[in-house]
């Protein structure tokens, strides 16, 4: 396989907040190098279960996980296992529930926490971190810049055709001041500012980029349900490709056959849902 993609997830971000506080991203925009799209969460809104549905192509109704206390190993076809089974290199900078899906579960501390197994199945390479404590007053979250600098580092070591990442401080800072809030405006900024020096840097490795959202929020810092401002996110894409017109809005169920697409590997039968890139 000699295609290369990175999907990045910026947890609970709602449109509204990209569009009007990712000065980075929407410079790209402007300047015609990346196409953005508004992108929809399935039903929950839940972090687990889009998590699950983000790289499945199944709904929640299908695949089973109903919120964050509903963790599993899900027996599915998904991203990491079509890229592995196409002889691609997969990796991950996520939180443990990734692992929990589509490598082993539970989770153990010790043993998963970094992982590099070049036979495996699935996940090649994985960093993982759990949160464990995470609170209202304390978001036991990893400083972006690092997840960011790990997954470059994996690329650069092993040769990633599929790497995510995945971090929930904007989550996290919502659910405690809501985004409407001097404090989500600055962390907004700082998270662009952030990941802003590594797009070209991916980009010049040869990676196509997919910055997005799992949800968005609401104005009390809540998501789960069927509200625009808790399911609508942005979907930010660095590449080549057809893609649908700027006013689409992007199912969640076709990122997962949509990322296959672009790296040559086979959909699964069980992802029905339509590619938006060709």
């Given at each position: 396989m000699d295609r290369k993609l990175l999907l990045i997830i910026l947890d609970g971000v709602p449109w509204r907040n990209w569009r009007r506080l990712f000065g980075n991203l929407e410079g790209w925009v402007a300047?015609?190098?990346?196409?953005?799209?508004?992108?929809?969460?399935?039903?929950?809104?839940?972090?687990?279960?889009?998590?699950?549905?983000?790289?499945?192509?199944?709904?929640?109704?299908?695949?089973?996980?109903?919120?964050?206390?509903?963790?599993?190993?899900?027996?599915?076809?998904?991203?990491?296992?079509?890229?592995?089974?196409?002889?691609?290199?997969?990796?991950?900078?996520?939180?443990?529930?990734?692992?929990?899906?589509?490598?082993?579960?539970?989770?153990?501390?010790?043993?998963?926490?970094?992982?590099?197994?070049?036979?495996?199945?699935?996940?090649?390479?994985?960093?993982?971190?759990?949160?464990?404590g995470y609170g209202h007053d304390n978001q036991m979250t990893p400083s972006d810049v690092d997840l960011f600098a790990t997954l470059t580092s994996l690329c650069l070591r092993f040769g990633l055709n599929y790497g995510i990442l995945h971090t929930c401080t904007l989550d996290s800072m919502g659910h405690r001041f809501y985004h409407e809030s001097e404090e989500m405006d600055h962390a907004c900024f700082v998270m662009d500012e952030m990941l802003a020096p590594f797009i070209p840097r991916w980009r010049a490795m040869g990676y196509e980029?997919?910055?997005?959202?799992?949800?968005?929020?609401?104005?009390?810092?809540?998501?789960?349900?069927?509200?625009?401002?808790?399911?609508?996110?942005?979907?930010?894409?660095?590449?080549?490709?057809?893609?649908?017109?700027?006013?689409?809005?992007?199912d969640q169920l076709q990122l997962a056959p949509t990322i296959l697409s672009r790296l040559g590997v086979k959909v699964p039968k069980t992802m029905t849902a339509a590619p938006f890139l060709r």
């Open positions: 300047s015609g190098e990346a196409r953005v799209w508004r992108h929809r969460a399935v039903l929950p809104s839940t972090s687990a279960s889009c998590y699950a549905s983000l790289h499945t192509g199944l709904s929640p109704q299908e695949h089973g996980c109903t919120g964050n206390g509903n963790v599993f190993y899900l027996d599915r076809p998904d991203i990491f296992s079509e890229v592995r089974r196409a002889g691609g290199v997969t990796g991950a900078v996520t939180h443990s529930f990734w692992s929990s899906f589509f490598n082993r579960h539970p989770f153990d501390l010790v043993r998963d926490i970094e992982f590099d197994e070049p036979d495996n199945p699935t996940i090649n390479h994985g960093r993982f971190h759990t949160m464990t980029v997919i910055v997005t959202a799992d949800h968005g929020q609401d104005d009390r810092g809540h998501h789960g349900g069927t509200g625009e401002l808790q399911r609508d996110a942005a979907l930010y894409w660095f590449g080549a490709g057809d893609g649908p017109p700027p006013d689409t809005v992007i």
